[in-house]
């Protein structure tokens, strides 16, 4: 039986043989990073993955996986940095590029960390998109209803990890 890090290795092998660049994307929403990382794909070639948008994908699967994630959910849990991290080393697996911008992970150092020791890739470098909250509440409340309640669990979240 070999170890998890030899089943890393194993699968993240053709992904590092490539080299790749990975530039984690931070910032509240409604700050600009989706606008950014579009201009960034169009005219650097990167291959852009939301943290956010894999998970929401794997419990639209129905997958056993999704199914968890969705119930850490539910009980307001935080979905383990490991799973995010395997979503993620798929996603750019599956891509065929060498660069990537990683939008909204990791969200702690804990994150960071897992990250590079899962995938043996250091980030390049991490872009933070700072922008007063009002901004992000008005730029999100002017894109429809749906923002609102991103916003207000987002602001849930952060009074979570701050108290």
């Known amino acids: 039986m070999g170890t998890v890090e030899a089943a890393n290795k194993d699968a993240n092998g053709s992904l590092l043989e490539k080299n790749p660049s990975v530039v984690f994307v ?47 959910i539910k009980e307001g849990k935080i979905v383990p940095s490991e799973v995010t991290i395997k979503l993620l080393q798929k996603a750019m697996q599956e891509s065929g590029n060498d660069k990537f911008l990683i939008d909204g992970f990791p969200r702690n150092e804990e994150n960071r960390a897992a990250f590079e020791k899962v995938t043996g890739i250091e980030p390049a470098f991490v872009l933070f998109f700072d922008c007063p909250e009002e901004e992000m509440e008005r730029r999100l409340l002017s894109r429809n209803q749906v923002g609102f309640v991103f916003l207000f669990n987002y602001l849930y979240f952060l009074v979570l990890v701050i108290t």
């Open 26 to 72: 931070l910032g509240g929403p409604g700050s600009g990073k989706g606008t950014q990382c579009a201009n960034i794909v169009q005219n650097f070639g990167y291959t852009h993955l939301s943290a956010g948008d894999l998970l929401r994908a794997e419990i639209k699967s129905g997958s056993e996986n999704g199914t968890m994630i969705q119930n850490m």
